[in-house]
């Protein structure tokens, strides 16, 4: 598995509470029937135009596109999937 491909966290300006509250306001994963996830108006992102900051599972921290397919951000959410997704958010 490649760490540099592992999603650990998204902002998102959806549903937000402190973090140390825990449950859902702060953790939370995909919902696939509430598309899009990234952007504006979607479940997560929407502080910046392009993109949404993500933390991966190596410490680094990438801007992702808005426009990163669904398909992608699912694979990257899950450690199996990480290692069959080329590095994320490099250009």
Do not use: C
Not at 19 to 29: E, H, I, M, Q, Y
């Amino acid at each position: 598995m490649l760490s540099g491909n592992l999603l650990a966290g998204l902002e998102t300006t959806r549903a937000r509470d402190p973090w140390l509250a825990g449950g859902p306001a702060t953790v939370r994963g995909l919902e696939p029937e509430s598309l899009p996830y990234l952007g504006d108006g979607g479940q997560f992102g929407g502080l910046h135009r392009r993109g949404t900051n993500a933390l991966f599972a190596d410490s680094s921290v990438r801007l992702l596109s808005n426009e990163t397919a669904p398909a992608v951000l699912e694979k990257i959410a899950t450690i199996a999937g990480s290692a069959a997704v080329g590095q994320v958010g490099e250009e």
